[in-house]
């Protein structure tokens, strides 16, 4: 029985047991993970309007060595206004007002802050600044995030929301950005 106990035990620790029951062998030491790297090569979000707006675009994303960026063209803005674009932690755009995609995206439990500096949730990104049309050309990136394979810091499948004003990378939690009027889900394409 003792033998049949330590077999199963070699089995389901992935061990090189000796075949005695006295044997003394041990499971290697964990290594180090590396750092979770991005496995999708590219991604789609479809803004819808939310709160009342009028707010649409398309998105693409595609990894960096740095993060995600996000790219593509928004309209219905404020005309010559700037806004807020963030990544939420939940991938749900169903409430009206948007509420349902939660807050900011925030895997290493940090302050908000601006994108690129040591402090900042992982959805933080950069403003958007609107045309005079209400026409804005996104061209920012999410530090710190991956795109796909599902690591505590993947993107894929959460939401990205745009807000009515401009964050301003201080107030907690959230930049103090508004409204959101515009939200739509990450979809890995490739």
């Known amino acids: 029985m003792k033998t049949a106990l330590l077999a199963a035990a070699c089995v389901i620790a992935v061990a090189g047991c000796a075949s005695s029951p006295s044997s003394t062998s ?24 939310a709160s009342g707006s009028l707010v649409s675009g398309t998105l693409n994303l595609v990894p960096t ?12 803005l ?22 349902s995609a939660g807050g900011h995206f925030n ?9 690129g500096t040591p402090t900042h949730h992982g959805g933080d990104m950069d ?3 609107a045309n005079g049309e209400g026409v804005a050309q996104a061209s920012v990136e999410a530090r710190g995030v991956t795109l796909g394979g599902g690591a505590a810091n993947d993107v894929a499948g959460r939401a990205v929301v745009v807000h ?4 301003d990378y ?17 979809e890995i394409t490739g």
Do not use: F, W, Y
Request: proline letters at 8%; glycine letters at 14%.
């Open 127 to 129: 403003n958007l600044s």
């Open 78 to 99: 404020t005309a010559g206004g700037t806004h807020a674009i963030h990544i939420h932690e939940t991938g749900d755009c169903s409430a009206a007002d948007a509420s």
């Open 26 to 49: 041990r499971a290697p030491a964990a290594t180090p993970q590396a750092p979770a790297v991005s496995t999708a090569k590219s991604a789609r979000v479809v803004l819808a309007p």
């Open 107 to 115: 895997p290493g439990n940090e302050p908000h802050g601006r994108a």
């Open 164 to 167: 009515a004003k401009a964050d």
């Open 65 to 76: 060595a740095d993060g995600v960026r996000i790219a593509g063209e928004i309209g219905g």
């Open 170 to 186: 201080t107030s907690q939690p959230s930049g103090n950005a508004g409204d959101r009027v515009a939200c739509g889900v990450i």
